[in-house]
């Protein structure tokens, strides 16, 4: 199956900090990605939709200035923890749709705001 | 996209085969049934899906009823690595219009020597 890369795939930040992470499609181009958090012992909960070249779109609940998603490219994108905070350690996953629609996940980056 | 219902957990010995049910009651006409699975703090893997006809690869078999309201994902010879989350997801056609991913609690499958 097609390869879906995240980095870091783990980061411990300070609290107010802002934190990056990246997703790549490798080998296919993704026009749809989506972003998913998950806390301990709880399912996946999607959080946004990013479609290549416009803006996110978020789900209910989901402070889009806070979690900010840029997808510049049909290869990348990124979701910024804006002002971390303790309350926001969990494990951010991002999946890559490509053109025949199925999607394939990357490997999760754990993000520990201390 | 529909919603899924299946047990919080199950236990399988290993080299036996293991049946994780999944109802769907209220799936529509266009949508498929997925499988993914979750290992410990790693991200989702495609297992199979299918839309009414059962559906066979190298990991596993999809088997569908009739009625399209539920659904059976067998791994025929479970070992310890397929200890996992397992989550059946209904969404609309793959395709470049294909439905988001909506996960529900899944099954935690639990493999025992």
């Known amino acids: 199956g097609a390869v879906v890369s995240q980095h870091p795939s783990w980061v411990i930040c300070k609290s107010g900090t802002s934190v990056k992470i990246e997703c790549r499609s490798l080998?296919?181009?993704?026009?749809?990605m989506f972003w998913y958090r998950q806390f301990p012992k709880q399912s996946l909960m999607l959080m946004a939709t990013s479609n290549e070249g416009s803006k996110a779109t978020y789900e209910q609940g989901v402070e889009k200035d806070k979690f900010l998603i840029n997808h510049a490219s049909l290869t990348l994108s990124t979701l910024t923890v804006t002002s971390a905070h303790p309350e926001d350690s969990s494990f951010y996953i991002c999946?890559?749709?490509?053109?025949?629609?199925?999607?394939?996940f990357g490997q999760g980056t754990r993000l520990t705001v201390v | 996209d529909a919603k899924t219902t299946q047990p919080t957990s199950m236990d399988c010995a290993e080299g036996r085969a293991a049946n994780l049910p999944c109802n769907h009651s209220?799936?529509?006409?266009?949508?498929?049934v997925y499988w993914y699975r979750q290992i410990h703090s790693q991200g989702p893997q495609y297992i199979i899906h299918g839309l009414k006809n059962n559906e066979t690869n190298e990991m596993a078999s999809l088997i569908i009823t009739e009625d399209r309201k539920s659904s059976t994902l067998i791994l025929p010879h479970a070992t310890l690595r397929d200890t996992a989350v397992y989550y059946c997801i209904v969404r609309v056609a793959a395709g470049n219009q294909g439905g988001k991913l909506i996960f529900g609690q899944g099954t935690e499958l639990s493999v025992k020597p």
């Open positions: 999946s890559a749709r490509d053109n025949g629609g199925e999607a394939f």
């Open positions: 080998d296919f181009q993704a026009t749809t």
């Open positions: 209220t799936i529509s006409g266009n949508e498929y």
